[in-house]
């Protein structure tokens, strides 16, 4: 099998292997007031623009954020979420959740290791 991670630029070519923990992201410092605790740094690539489909991964750190419409797979990495509003009870991620978020629900993501998924929006 081949693994062509290296050249994905926003779309996905058919028949291709790729390995979602693999492909490289340009990582970012979170906006200082999203940050909650250390020095966090997040970065995505979309894959494919029509579906809404793409990668994001978020450094050991916890920040605050407003969620869009999406399903995602966690493909690395562990975390928690904390739903502040609406109100709900906070979920562990791993590799292999699936989770859905509705847009406008107010979140806290506390990375302990490198979190990276997959994700329709």
Do not use: H
């Amino acid at each position: 099998m081949t693994d062509s991670y290296g050249d994905i630029g926003g779309e996905l070519d058919p028949g291709v292997l790729y390995t979602a923990s693999a492909v490289p992201l340009d990582l970012t410092p979170v906006p200082a007031g999203q940050v909650v605790a250390g020095a966090p740094k997040t970065g995505s690539l979309d894959l494919d623009e029509d579906m809404g489909m793409g990668i994001w991964e978020m450094t050991p750190g916890a920040m605050r954020d407003v969620e869009i419409d999406e399903v995602f797979v966690v493909v690395a990495g562990s975390a928690t979420i904390e739903f502040i509003d609406p109100p709900l009870p906070a979920i562990e991620l791993s590799p292999g959740a699936i989770v859905r978020l509705e847009s406008g629900m107010q979140t806290v993501w506390t990375v302990r290791d490198t979190l990276r998924k997959v994700y329709l929006a």
